[in-house]
């Protein structure tokens, strides 16, 4: 007597990679909390916000 033909699941895994990407603040949201840190308007800012969002930062810092 033979053995009954019993099938062989092969469960394939993907070499998956969970990466969670850490978001930094846009400009314009770095920009935002600067204003209301400061007092003053967004138009009072406009040169601030041609500058890189490091330097941004770096002013939000120094004002908290």
């Given at each position: 007597m033979t053995k009954p033909f019993s099938p062989i699941i092969i469960?394939?895994?993907?070499?998956?990679?969970?990466?969670?990407?850490?978001?930094?603040?846009?400009?314009?949201?770095?920009l935002k909390e600067i204003a209301d840190m400061s007092g003053k308007s967004l138009r009072e800012l406009d040169s601030?916000?041609?500058?890189?969002?490091?330097?941004?930062?770096?002013?939000k810092e120094l004002l908290s």
């Amino acid at each position: 007597m033979t053995k009954p033909f019993s099938p062989i699941i092969i469960i394939s895994m993907k070499n998956e990679k969970t990466v969670e990407k850490v978001k930094r603040p846009n400009k314009k949201v770095l920009l935002k909390e600067i204003a209301d840190m400061s007092g003053k308007s967004l138009r009072e800012l406009d040169s601030l916000g041609r500058s890189n969002i490091a330097t941004i930062a770096w002013v939000k810092e120094l004002l908290s």
